[in-house]
Nanobody
């Protein structure tokens, strides 16, 4: 099990940028596939991006591809989500999540992630 704490959310104008961070506890962070999800009011939680152990493998939802970048620093036990060209429809609570220790492969299914952070609010004004 890993504890996850997100930070970096806030209020930004459309077209602006934010960088979210997710700090993880423990000494085995490098062996967790990590993902970012988001949930807007009245909507289901949706996949945003995922990254493999090494950071070489990434996957993005079509709605954020070419605008968002997921990365990780295993030495700092942290995964990031750089969000550029933000749109009002990006407004949501953003969550980071971890798959089970040692499991390979990114996935877009939230049910495949077992540890979740508390979320950080991102609000994009028009």
């Amino acid at each position: 099990q890993v504890q996850l704490v997100e930070s970096g959310g806030g209020l930004v104008q459309a077209g602006g940028s934010l960088r979210l961070s997710c700090a993880a506890s423990g000494r085995t962070f490098s062996r967790y596939v990590m993902g970012w999800f988001r949930q807007a009011p009245g909507k289901e939680r949706e996949f945003v991006a995922a990254i493999s152990w090494s950071g070489v493998g990434t996957d993005y939802a079509d709605s954020v591809k070419d605008r968002f970048t997921i990365s990780r620093d295993n030495a700092k036990n942290t995964v990031y989500l750089q969000m550029n060209s933000l749109k009002p429809e990006d407004t949501a609570v953003y969550y980071c999540a971890a798959r089970s220790l040692g499991v390979l492969g990114t996935t877009r299914s939230s049910s495949e992630y077992y540890d979740w952070g508390q979320g950080t609010q991102v609000t994009v004004s028009s």
